[in-house]
């Protein structure tokens, strides 16, 4: 596959697509997005069969000069592999979810779709600073036409609030992107991610960076447009948002903010587990009280990513390696869950809690598939979120046993609020004669939920398939930001130490 | 010899006051009847003008060689590229002006004429280095502007528009005159080489009034906050095509005119002037954005726009390097791309009496009736609020990596997070076109000169505009070099 632009050809195929499908009737739109989406799909099958695990650390290079200091170039490591792999699963589930349900400009709707798939490889693969920042950015459009035009009734206010959000916190990005460039003289990612920017500008670099990733993440306290955009949007778009669009912030800060300013990453660390801490808790607390199924997983969504947040910053491999894990096994499970609100949600055009219960009787099939995504989502053994978030929180452990402590409750924490979700929609009498008339999973259904189900348990069994191709890059990451990490309260001492056990127990640590 | 050389260095200005004037006396003797055909001949005479001044760009000339009447005007490579704008910006608004006034039946021979003698004082004043060459272009593109801004003679809008604007540019010219003759009370000189040696070292007090006069003036003209209030009201009032002109030829014109003054006759004094613009950059960001937040009526949010957009490119003058001026010019280019596809588009609206829609409630669910003006205009709304791809990023890119690359992070971190607000009211247009339920208020077809417009500014500040980069990076670097090369 050497020399072949295989990346170039994905971000291509859905670009495509997306413009035949603005010229053509709603059911060739739907076939065409179909169709490229299961493409772009097997060309991240044949990405990962070509990825030489344990080889260089940057695969399926391309460089071409574009124009004024821009470079096309794109190239990706393990961790990026993943997030690519991740996406191009997501997307033809997206399109299955939007079959029935999207009935009005079906062919813009598509577009908007398959441009969203093309910015998101694009943000995965890029390797040159600008072009980054233009596929991050330009993601904004078509998630604001798929929330404002598709969008439940308080649409409009969702995705302005999506926008301008996301847009301020990128916004202070470029500039720190600009000042960046201008310093180390290149906009090469790989090449930047091994400069060291002096300590002091690297503060002001990582909070700009940090206003982006934190609000995309997202990050209590800047996690309210999340709620918003997820319960307006389209299911769809729920999924992809969930899916991917979050990993965007902690892809983020795996590739930028911790490599290129590791001594600022160490020295702020605290205000990221403090932040996390608090987000575990608290939205966790919100989940349990609210009405609308779709907030609640919203909200839970806030309350994972903030495990991926304190799995990052533990500067070690357990705690990095977890927080992929955590991204990947949330992006199916998360995805999942909408999905099923949105099998109910097609059938009945509801996401109040209390218009269903009882499901079960009349939906086994159904209720079976969302018991296990239920399961999954509080992190049962042999799913993949167990991996991540055991991985998350033992990497954690080692640097803050406090944040471990309060981030596990978040486990707790989960399994109440979605047991109580569970127990509330599925089991129970049946009240509501509609929700008892409700037809079990059809053939789309199945597939859709089947594969997540599938993937899932893959990741949670069989780990070692997803860990091994970022396992070197982890390693790298955690040799640069080591010399800088923080100590841990949590090591080990024992007895009376003598100096010569304290230099071996420190090198343990290590 | 001598003077020949200076003749040939103003062919375009000649040019263009030749046929001017000869297009007048053919509008007296022919009558309004012959409005169309001197329109063409305007556009003709606008096209070979710009085939006159392209030379000199793409050659990048600067120095001594272009100096033409002993330094009181200057055709070198910036003020070519500054031309090259104005001219296709007044090519653009004359293409789409005549069927517009002719359904508001005030067509007449004399519009082209003054559309031509507005561009000749551009001309001029974008060449100016001397305050006198300045004030003389200043004035006969002012008084071309203010005749054309009342030119809807039936409508009580267009002569309140007329009026205002004239009331207040005298004003300004007032002011400007005063900063001037402090100027040359001075430093003894109206030239711009002279004064930048006489002001070199500290400043007394007086120059420096006349710095912040002389500044005020052209803050008047190119509508940078807090000399700002006319623009709502005469953009509104102006005829929509003539709005469109106001937008973008003399905002050019009086922007590179500011940077001529700036950077060459107070180059030496950049310091008392920075912190000016500065202010007046991020007022003007602040300012546009906030302002056009309540705004109904189409025109008036586009006026708020411009002054946010003037604003941003204040950013690349504070920078004042060769960086930022090129910066400017490139914005300015992408600007002036923008701000024709947009107007294009609003005047392209027209309900079923014919009149033109500018309320923006009217446009409502537009991507349904008219999807291909919604798209165009979306996208001409993305670009101006900067979103990439699409091409206006580039513009608000280069000016803020000149600012960061002049060590000016903090102007550059503001004026980008107040980018956010301006990006509210764009997204407004695009949520009533796309999000809202159809109004049908906008019917009727058009003639393909407006596709045409249409079309190719959509293209230019499409993603496909970044292939134009490599080129117009090229020229704006070459027109600032020779900026820069003249000091």
Not at chain 1, 82 to 88: E, F, N, P, Q
Not at chain 2, 466 to 477: E, N, Q, R, V, Y
Request: some cysteine; charged content about 10%; hydrophobic content about 60%.
């Amino acid at each position: 596959m050497e020399g072949f632009p295989i990346l170039s050809l994905m971000l291509l195929v859905p670009l495509a697509a997306a413009v035949a499908c603005l010229f053509v009737d709603a059911k060739a739109a739907r076939t065409i997005a179909l169709i490229a989406t299961l493409v772009d799909l097997a060309l991240g099958l044949v990405l990962w069969a070509g990825f030489d695990v344990g080889g260089a650390q940057w695969q399926y290079v391309e460089r071409a000069p574009l124009f004024a200091g821009f470079t096309w170039a794109l190239g990706i490591d393990g961790i990026a592999l993943l997030l690519i792999i991740l996406s191009v699963f997501l997307m033809p589930i997206c399109i299955g979810a939007s079959w029935n349900s999207i009935t009005k400009r079906v062919g813009e709707y598509m577009a908007a779709f398959l441009l969203m798939e093309t910015l998101m490889i694009g943000v995965f693969a890029a390797q040159d600073l600008y072009l980054f920042y233009i596929f991050f950015e330009a993601g904004l459009i078509p998630m604001y036409l798929i929330i404002g035009i598709w969008g439940g009734d308080n649409r409009i206010y969702a995705s302005y609030k999506f926008f301008l959000y996301t847009l301020l916190g990128s916004v202070l990005m470029l500039i720190a992107m600009l000042w960046m460039v201008n310093q180390a003289g290149t906009t090469d990612i790989p090449t930047l991610m091994s400069y060291d920017f002096p300590a002091q500008a690297q503060t002001w670099l990582f909070f700009a960076f940090f206003a982006s990733f934190a609000v995309k993440m997202p990050m209590w306290p800047v996690h309210t447009w999340l709620p918003d955009a997820h319960v307006q949007a389209p299911t769809a778009g729920s999924v992809i948002l969930a899916g991917v669009l979050l990993k965007m912030g902690g892809y983020g800060f795996i590739r930028f903010s911790l490599p290129m300013f590791p001594i600022a990453s160490a020295e702020w660390a605290w205000l990221i587990w403090g932040l996390s801490m608090v987000a575990v808790v608290v939205t966790s607390l919100i989940a349990f009280v609210q009405h609308d199924m779709k907030k609640l997983i919203a909200y839970s969504s806030v309350a994972h990513m903030a495990i991926v947040t304190v799995g990052l910053f533990s500067f070690n491999v357990q705690g990095l390696e977890g927080s992929m894990m955590l991204m990947l096994a949330h992006g199916l499970v998360s995805g999942a869950l909408f999905l099923c609100v949105g099998v109910i949600y097609d059938r009945l055009h509801t996401r109040e809690i209390s218009r269903y219960g009882g499901i079960a009787l009349n939906m086994p099939k159904y209720a079976m598939l969302f018991l296990f995504f239920t399961m999954a989502s509080i992190g049962l053994p042999a799913t993949a979120n167990f991996v991540g978030e055991f991985l998350s929180l033992a990497g954690i452990y080692q640097v803050s046993s406090w944040a471990a402590l309060i981030c596990g409750t978040g486990i707790i924490l989960g399994a109440a609020y979605m047991l109580v979700l569970y127990r509330r929609v599925v089991f129970g009498a049946q009240v509501n004669a509609d929700a008892a008339a409700m037809p079990d999973l059809d053939l789309r259904e199945w597939l859709m939920l089947g594969s997540l189900t599938l993937a899932t348990l893959w990741m949670g069994i069989y780990p070692e398939s997803f860990i091994a191709p970022m396992r070197q890059d982890i390693v790298k990451l955690e040799a640069r930001l080591s010399p800088d990490a923080p100590q841990g309260d949590s090591r080990l001492v024992m007895g009376d130490p003598q100096p010569t056990e304290e230099v071996q127990a420190h090198e343990g640590a290590h | 010899m001598e003077f020949k050389t200076s003749l040939g260095l103003i062919a375009p200005e000649i040019l263009l006051s030749i046929s001017g004037l000869v297009l007048l006396l053919v509008a007296a003797w022919a009558g309004d009847k012959a409005s169309r055909a001197i329109s063409v001949a305007s556009c003709v005479v606008l096209g070979a003008c710009f085939f006159l001044v392209a030379p000199t760009l793409c050659a990048g000339l600067s120095g001594p060689d272009t100096v033409a009447f002993a330094g009181l005007f200057r055709a070198d490579a910036f003020a070519a590229m500054a031309k090259l704008m104005i001219f296709a910006a007044t090519g653009a608004a004359l293409v789409i002006a005549p069927n517009f006034l002719d359904r508001l039946n005030s067509m007449r021979a004399e519009f082209p004429v003054l559309m031509l003698f507005a561009a000749l004082g551009m001309s001029i004043m974008v060449s100016a280095t001397d305050l006198m060459t300045l004030y003389i272009g200043l004035e006969l593109n002012s008084l071309a502007a203010y005749v054309l801004a009342a030119f809807s003679r039936a409508d009580e809008r267009s002569a309140e528009a007329g009026l205002k604007y004239f009331v207040l540019g005298a004003l300004a010219s007032g002011i400007l005159l005063f900063g001037m003759s402090l100027t040359y009370g001075f430093t003894g000189t109206t030239s711009f080489d002279g004064i930048r040696v006489a002001l070199t070292g500290d400043i007394s007090l007086g120059a420096l009034f006349a710095v912040i006069f002389v500044l005020a003036g052209l803050a008047f003209k190119i509508s940078a906050v807090p000399f700002h209030m006319w623009t709502p009201d005469v953009y509104e009032g102006a005829p929509t095509p003539v709005t469109a002109f106001f937008a973008t030829a003399p905002k050019v014109a009086a922007v590179t005119l500011l940077m001529r003054v700036s950077l060459e006759a107070f180059g030496t004094q950049s310091d008392a002037w920075r912190q000016i613009v500065i202010f007046a950059a991020l007022a003007s960001i602040v300012v546009g954005a906030l302002g056009a937040i309540g705004q109904t009526n189409i025109k008036r949010l586009l006026a708020f726009s411009s002054i946010n957009n003037v604003g941003f490119i204040l950013i690349g003058l504070a920078a004042g390097t060769p960086q930022g001026a090129s910066a400017m010019m490139v914005y300015l280019a992408i600007y002036v791309a923008m701000t024709v596809g947009s107007f294009v588009a609003v005047i392209m609206l027209r309900d079923a009496d014919g009149r033109p829609v500018e309320n923006i409630a009217d446009f409502a669910g537009l991507s349904r009736t008219k999807p291909i003006i919604a798209m165009c205009l979306a996208a001409v709304m993305f670009s101006l609020a900067g979103i990439p791809p699409l091409f206006g990023f580039w513009g608000k890119f280069v000016v803020f990596q000149a600012a960061v690359q002049a060590d000016m992070v903090a102007l550059a971190a503001i004026g980008i997070a107040a980018s956010v607000i301006g990006a509210f009211y764009y997204l407004k247009i695009v949520k009533v076109m796309y999000f809202d339920e159809p109004a049908n208020v906008a019917v009727g077809e058009n003639d393909w000169a407006h596709w045409g417009l249409l079309i190719i500014s959509t293209l230019v500040i499409s993603p496909l505009g970044f292939l134009l980069t490599p080129w117009l990076g090229g020229l704006a670097d070459k027109a600032a070099a020779s900026l820069f090369l003249a000091i």
